[in-house]
């Protein structure tokens, strides 16, 4: 099946200039093309210059050599941490893409609400960040990045920062969300468990500067439990995956 | 009054009373000179008396404070917006903006009489002045430490440069500038007396006219009364913070 | 035989000691005519050759009063009126020597106002630069009414004189009134002593406990200022030569115009250098409690004491 390309990068370049006036190549040649409605995982070490790459693609920065496009559309960013402001509630908080749209106050407060609905905070819409859990904060966030219906929707290691049995949740939900808006999700993690549980496609990256070391289609089921994680099919994604990382570790 | 408030303020109360108590016995016991050292009752006893007069000066003194910082503040925000804007800004004005912190305003209180006449306008510029710089320097300070995620979130749905500075920079740097704002009161108090001293009117002519009398015990009755002034500010400062703070800053919700 | 020696030798060294002591005198204000007398006697050596040992201390806005009463030095400059209120205060300070026989304090305006009179002065609308509770302030807005003055604080510039044709401010008359005219303005000075209000001024003051336990000494401290005054008040260049490097704000011609000025204000007829009147320290406390500055008259004798 030919699907539309939602993004393309070529040859894409980027390098930062250090304080003591050194440079720090972050990206190194970079080629990727992602399929409109595709999941995809970004994996690689810390550090290795993904958190970069997402940026590009969510027009934030510009590489010095090289092209990024996009495909016209909205898009939805989510961080590793859910980044809300503290001085609002929920409801304000993931009204707040709609906002800075330009949209009208009762049009923002149905969409929101619709969208913490969809995320399962239905009974937090009045209460502040600060008296959440990390969880629903995260969850917060999701809705927040989803508000504007976008196409596309750039995850930054979201769930690095949460415990284990919420970070499962949060894995099917973020799922179920794709599967429900035929979103084009492009989630950049270190976790080789949760690349291979989520994505369709694990980009596996060098260390820094970034290189693509491979680009794998998941052998997995396209309906995936949280069983899924005890089968031996599993274990070889794992394996292929690690092992890529290692390749990667070792380049220069 | 709750229990909890009582246990709030009863330290601080006690400290006092027994810390005046002990004054008093010292000072009776050693025989010390009122010129030197007035007693405790001889200061409760004129801050009393005079409570008139003292009052309508700390009325004179007060409104000077208040207005010398609401101009502190509406100016030093503003300064400190534009420090942020770019580095370039920040590195060729602030240099100045310290200015303000290292300058005595008693050197500079003959001037600001100059410049705005005698009265309330050179308190008030006094006030100004010297309050001005803890505004600038932590709001600033909150500016300049907006969450770089927060600002990307912003750039990526198009918010418009003004947008971002009222939508997320100001109130990111609230916190900063509440806190700036409790060191500016007193020192606005402050500011404001030594105008006074020069520019006429408030508690500083007061305790002028009571050092010139003599009257050591005047004297202190006129900084007590101005202290309560430092204080209730301190404390409207405090109770802006809880309130504005409420839902969102760790150092208010309750935990 | 040897404890007689030893006593005797420990009594020499502890007079010794006490010739030796070293006396301080705080001034409350830079070096000037004002205290010319001073400087005058230490340049004659007046002090030395009476065994005394004067150390000058203070300047602007030492608080002399609290320093004598706390006993930080033996004397100080003070005016008449500081006395009798540190006295009702419950400080024993008395006066021993009075420089000025007539106050020098007093208002100075612009003579283009045509104001003949203060009384005159305070009924005309305008800008009245005082220090906040001066004596003599008080009394002036007790006998001549402040209304129609717009009262402000005098913070010894006279800058602001110079450039606001409806101001008056506070003047020592051999100070003030000649920078005024240095500086090409054209002031005209009312004597606050013309309004009945005149304290002996630039009083050298003592602490009660000086007095009695260092009579002797005192008595000799002041007939060397009176020494070093007449011999000021002949020729005040030597000892306005001393003071010039002391004080940068005054140059020699400064220096010559206030020592002349205030000759008359210093000399009395018919009045011995630095003695003062007990009917005169009655006046000025009765007036000061009628200004409600003192509660309780003390009688004359304890303000004052004239040493010959």
Redesign the interface.
Known sequence: MDRAVAIALEGVHRTFRSESGGEVPALAGIDLAVAAGEFVALLGPSGCGKSTLLRLVAGLDRPERGAVRSAAGRVGMVFQDAHLLPWRDVLANVALPLELLGRRPAERRAQAAAAIEQVGLGDAAERYPAELSGGMRMRASLARALVTEPRLLLLDEPFAALDELTRMALDDELRRLWRAAGLTVLFVTHSIGEAAYLAERVVVLSRRPARVVLDHAVALPAERAATLRAEPAFARELGVLQDALRRGAALP | MSTRTLAGVAPPVLTFVLGVALAELVIRALDV????LPRPSAVANAAIREAGPLGAALGQTARAVLAGLLLSSTLGVAAAVALAASPFMKRAFYPYAIFFQIVPIVAIA?LL??WFG??PRAVVAAAAVVSIFPVIANTLAGLLSV?P??A????????SRL?TLW??RL?WA?PYLLTGLRIAAGLAVIGAIVG?????GGLG??V?????????DLVFAAIGYASLLGLALFGAVGLASRLA?R????SE?KR | MTWRLVVLLALGLAACGRDAAELKLALNWKPEPEFGGIFEAERLGSFAQRGLTVARTGGPGAPVVQMVTAKQVSFGIASADEVVLARDRGSDVVAIFATYQTCPQGLMTHAARGLGSLAALLASPGTLAVEPGLPYVKFLEKRYGFASQKVVPYSYSIGPFLTDPTLTQQVFVTAEPIAARRAQADPKVFLVAESGYNPYTAVVIAHGDTLRDDGARTAQLVAALREGWRSYLADPGPANALMGPLNPEMDAEAFRLAAEAQQPLVEAPGVALGSMSPERWAELARQLKELGLVGEVQPAERYFTNLE
Not at chain 2, 33 to 36: A, E, F, M
Not at chain 2, 152 to 159: E, I, K, P, V, Y
Not at chain 2, 208 to 216: D, E, S, V
């Open positions: 000179s009122p010129l030197i003959p009489v100059i005698y009265g969450d995620a927060l990307d979130l912003f750039r990526l749905h198009g918010a947008a939508k997320l109130p609230l006074e001293f020069v520019g006429g002519v007061v002028l006219g009571a050092m010139r009398q003599q009257r050591t703070l839902h969102w800053h760790a919700t």
